[in-house]
């Protein structure tokens, strides 16, 4: 059974214009949210996080959105660049349970020049 | 500050072998969790430490297992190799629980 769930496995954008990737859970006890970008051979990278308490949290090109009662969270990069692609994992974890996150299956970004 | 540094980087070992991981987590972070990434299974939660304590472990047999030590460093173990063990090892480290989690470089293991 899929916890988090990241539908479509690529997405290509042109370089300036805006990428949405999505992503949906079904486990109602996640409270915390994370996106990481994945490069092959390495490690995923931290990008943003947000809580269940809030609906949208921004950094600079990268906004999470947080859609509760339709158990659905979105990153929206913007302008997107060619250096954003990558792989992208969005994750979920339930602070009572501890750290432990659960990973979606993650989407290929790939901006066009 | 150096980030999460995983040793080795690639091994190979043979089945029915046992290997011993290595993870250094960011200096003054205290929780230290494994995760395996295979294509496909994708990136799968192993176990989580906090101040040497086992706080959760995932899905996976007997075989594989962990401990932390009081420096925070994190070693994992996994005794008598499976060519299905063949994976990507990650290892992350947060300040504490409930935070976001940073990850190693990973350490790939091929078994042959």
């Known amino acids: 059974d899929q916890q988090v769930k990241q539908n479509s496995p690529s997405l290509s954008v042109q370089e300036g214009r805006i990428s949405i990737l999505n992503c949906d859970y079904t486990?109602?006890?996640?409270?915390?949210f994370l996106w990481y970008k994945k490069y092959p051979a390495e490690g995923p990278t931290f990008l943003i996080s947000i809580s269940s308490i809030k609906d949208k949290n921004e950094d600079g090109r990268f906004t999470v959105f947080l859609n509760k009662s339709a158990k659905h969270l979105s990153l929206h990069i913007v302008p997107s660049q060619p250096g954003d692609s990558a792989v992208y994992f969005c994750?979920?974890?339930?602070?009572?349970?501890?750290?432990?996150?659960?990973f979606g299956g993650g989407t290929r970004l790939m901006v066009k020049p | 500050k150096a980030g999460v540094t995983q040793t080795p980087r690639y091994l190979i070992k043979t089945r029915g072998q046992q290997v011993t991981l290595s993870c250094s987590p960011i200096s003054g972070h205290r929780s230290v969790s494994w995760y395996q990434q295979t294509p496909g299974q994708g990136l799968q939660f192993l176990f989580e430490y906090f101040s040497e304590t086992q706080r959760n472990k995932g899905n996976f047999p007997g075989r594989f297992s962990g401990r932390q030590f009081s420096n925070s460093r994190s070693e994992m173990n996994v005794s008598t190799l499976e060519l299905g063990d063949s994976a990507l090892y990650l290892c992350?480290?947060?300040?504490?629980?409930?935070?976001?989690?940073?990850f190693g470089p990973g350490t790939r293991l091929t078994v042959t």
């Open positions: 486990n109602s006890m996640f409270d915390y």
């Open positions: 994750a979920a974890s339930d602070n009572n349970a501890g750290n432990m996150l659960t």
């Open positions: 992350a480290s947060s300040v504490l629980l409930g935070n976001e989690q940073y």
